[in-house]
């Protein structure tokens, strides 16, 4: 659930893929107003997150599409 509008999401990753405990998590996008997905940049730590760990590093994403219509409305 929401809470202070973070949200907290649950993924699934492919048995033997290794993520390290300073992994960052971010929301992107296909293309310039395509589907949004979520990246995982690995880190450099020699410690690795253990199975039903968390990614506690997160960056937050790049609305482009809000972007997009301040540039066209003169916001930007």
């Known amino acids: ?7 907290r999401v649950k993924l699934r990753v492919n048995k033997g893929v290794k ?7 971010s929301i992107k996008t296909k293309g310039l107003i395509g589907e949004k997905y979520v990246r995982i940049s690995p880190g450099g730590s020699d410690k690795l997150i253990p199975p039903g760990g968390k990614i506690r590093d997160v960056e ?4 482009f599409e809000e ?7 003169g916001k930007v």
């Not at 659930?1 to 949200?7: M, R, T």
């Not at 937050?60 to 609305?63: M, Y």
Request: glycine content about 4%; charged content about 20%.
């Open 67 to 73: 972007l997009l219509s301040k540039y066209i409305f």
């Open 19 to 25: 993520l390290q405990e300073d992994s960052i998590a």
């Open 1 to 7: 659930g929401l809470d202070n509008y973070q949200a």
């Open 60 to 63: 937050a994403p790049v609305d």
